[in-house]
């Protein structure tokens, strides 16, 4: 079935760093969305990529759709300490379930002051 | 602020014991989807309804677990008899999708708190 990998598992940073997670899945995906889930709280949209090679910012985050729609990235600018939490990466399923969303296994990001 | 409403948000129960979570997703929302959280596995999807209807429970185990969707505000899955790997973290999501195109298209999910079941 549809899998969509992410690497790295663990990032840990000191404060000011930069980050960067990324997906990437073993067929085209139609489109890809990106959440972030804080220590025991539950996983927030943050962004949803259409387009191939397309490019979005928000503040000091950067999402990437490949030009191949099959890899994605996040990459984060001077991290902060409110950037802690797992980043995932989610797709849609093949075929009939195209609707539905399979996650990635998260990259966890720490950040030390 | 339109949420999806998970109950209850911790459980302990012992094995063998039948564990019921319930969810209401967001009014207007056509998508429902269940996930099991663990450090090993990630989020795992158990199932997805769309309309009510069952598209997708694949990722269940059949032989104890299932899901249901009795009317448009609630959605339960149901664990019967329940085993201590069990134990983890489930969420419900629920979210828009509509058919575009020639194909699915969809718009963010939006989650619940989780129920967090501890199965001893």
């Known amino acids: 079935g549809q899998q969509v990998m992410q690497i790295p598992q663990y990032q840990h940073v000191q404060e000011g760093e930069d980050f960067t997670t990324y997906c990437n899945s073993s067929?085209?995906?139609?489109?890809i969305q990106w959440y972030k889930q804080r220590p025991g709280g539950h996983p927030v949209f943050l962004i949803q990529?259409?387009?191939?090679?397309e490019v979005k910012k928000q503040k000091r985050l950067t999402f990437q759709f490949g030009e191949a729609k099959k890899n994605s990235s996040l990459h984060i600018t001077a991290t902060q300490t409110t950037d802690v939490g797992t980043y995932f990466c989610?797709?849609?399923?093949?075929?009939?379930?195209?609707?539905?969303?399979?996650f990635g296994k998260g990259t966890k990001l720490s950040v030390k002051p | 602020d339109a949420r999806v409403t998970q109950t209850p948000r911790h459980k302990v129960t012992e094995m063998g014991q039948e564990v019921t979570m319930r969810c209401q997703p967001i009014?207007?929302?056509?998508?429902v989807f269940w996930y099991r959280q663990t450090m090993m596995q990630g989020l795992e999807l158990l199932a997805y309804?769309?309309?009510?209807?069952?598209?997708?429970d694949s990722g269940m185990p059949k032989d104890r677990f299932s899901a249901e969707m009795p009317d448009a505000t609630l959605a339960t899955l149901k664990i019967q008899p329940s085993e201590p790997r069990d134990s983890a973290v489930y969420f419900c999501?629920?979210?828009?999708?509509?058919?575009?195109?020639?194909?699915?298209?969809?718009?963010?999910?939006?989650f619940g708190q989780g129920t967090r079941l501890t199965v001893v």
């Open positions: 999501a629920s979210g828009l999708v509509w058919y575009s195109s020639g194909a699915d298209q969809g718009t963010e999910a939006f």
């Open positions: 067929t085209t995906l139609s489109n």
């Open positions: 990529l259409v387009k191939s090679g």
């Open positions: 989610a797709g849609p399923g093949e075929g009939g379930s195209q609707g539905n969303l399979i």
């Open positions: 009014l207007g929302h056509n998508t």
């Open positions: 309804f769309r309309n009510r209807a069952p598209l997708d």
